[in-house]
């Protein structure tokens, strides 16, 4: 007698923000968490993103309206999770509040002599205004330009109008490959580091995708795979970055 088949997948829908930024590519490694976590739980999903592109502000409001998206991805906050379905499982580890510096070759010196958030003080960051790093860092006691926009940014950097560009961990290896300049460098004694886990959020009436796919990544956690993707993503980006051997500073939030 033939074993009983296994039920077919059920689909899904997932429906993320497209980012406002038109030069912020496909979260590749957020979609495949997505897919996989869904397909432990037999469910085939298929990751798009909003016609219209959102700034997190229209995104969340979109999503506490459960109209346009139904999961985003996003630095937690208490307000957030007063509003929305949190799934608590910090998708990037925790080293989004990992921040090294990107400065002015001509800067390395006097940055390898600080050890203290007040030396810190003396030196202009730079961060655009409506990133949530932004009030973090100001709320700290540092002193920011908050008006550029992001690739004026590296320009600022290049003719001294600013004196340090913080940049995630995961991400500055590659954002400093893509805008190279000869005068701009990875500063490599310091760390900023700050409490920034990124959740998954959803609408709160949206309770059984939030337990399927909570269900799906505790699953993946258990059985390694999500150290697997994870390093799949980014492993090499943080190579040669020498998190261990850095001076931290520690920010709060």
């Given at each position: 007698?033939a074993?009983?088949?296994?039920?077919?997948?059920?689909?899904?829908?997932?429906?993320?923000?497209?980012?406002?930024?038109?030069?912020?590519?496909v979260?590749?490694?957020?979609?495949?968490?997505?897919?996989?976590?869904?397909?432990?739980?037999?469910?085939?999903a298929t990751?798009?993103y909003?016609?219209e592109?959102?700034?997190?502000?229209?995104a969340?409001?979109?999503?506490?309206?459960?109209?346009?998206?139904n999961?985003?991805?996003?630095?937690?906050?208490?307000?957030?999770?007063?509003?929305?379905?949190a799934?608590?499982?910090?998708?990037y580890?925790?080293?989004?509040g990992?921040?090294?510096?990107?400065?002015h070759?001509?800067?390395?010196?006097?940055?390898?002599?600080?050890?203290?958030?007040?030396?810190?003080?003396?030196?202009?960051?730079?961060?655009?205004?409506?990133?949530?790093?932004?009030q973090?860092?100001?709320?700290?006691?540092?002193?920011?330009?908050?008006?550029?926009?992001?690739h004026?940014?590296?320009?600022a950097?290049?003719?001294?109008?600013?004196?340090?560009?913080?940049?995630?961990?995961?991400?500055v290896?590659?954002?400093?490959?893509n805008n190279?300049?000869?005068?701009?460098?990875?500063?490599?004694?310091?760390?900023?580091?700050?409490?920034?886990d990124?959740y998954?959020?959803?609408?709160?009436?949206?309770?059984?995708?939030?337990?399927?796919?909570?269900?799906g990544?505790?699953?993946?956690i258990?059985?390694?795979?999500?150290?697997?993707i994870f390093?799949?993503?980014?492993?090499?980006?943080?190579?040669?970055?020498?998190l261990?051997e850095?001076?931290?500073?520690?920010?709060?939030?």
């Open positions: 007698m074993g009983a088949q296994s039920p077919a997948p059920q689909k899904i829908s997932i429906v993320l923000p497209k980012p406002d930024n038109p030069e912020v590519p979260n590749f490694y957020i979609v495949q968490m997505i897919e996989e976590a869904l397909a432990t739980e037999n469910i085939t990751v798009s909003s016609k592109p959102m700034n997190e502000k229209r969340i409001y979109s999503l506490q309206n459960n109209h346009l998206v999961l985003y991805w996003l630095s937690t906050n208490t307000q957030l999770e007063r509003d929305l379905r799934i608590k499982i910090p998708l580890k925790g080293l989004n990992k921040r090294i510096l990107l400065i070759r001509e800067l390395a010196p006097q940055f390898a002599a600080i050890k203290t958030l007040e030396q810190l003080k003396a030196y202009v960051g730079l961060q655009q205004q409506s990133w949530s790093d932004y973090i860092l100001v709320d700290n006691g540092l002193n920011i330009d908050g008006s550029q926009a992001y004026a940014m590296y320009k950097l290049n003719n001294k109008l600013g004196d340090y560009f913080p940049r995630s961990v995961l991400m290896r590659s954002e400093y490959q190279q300049s000869d005068d701009i460098i990875i500063e490599p004694t310091l760390l900023l580091s700050y409490p920034n990124y998954f959020f959803l609408n709160k009436d949206n309770q059984q995708l939030a337990s399927q796919l909570e269900t990544l505790n699953t993946l258990a059985n390694g795979r999500f150290e697997e390093s799949q993503h980014f492993a090499q980006r943080l190579q040669g970055l020498n261990p850095r001076h931290i500073i520690y920010l709060k939030k």
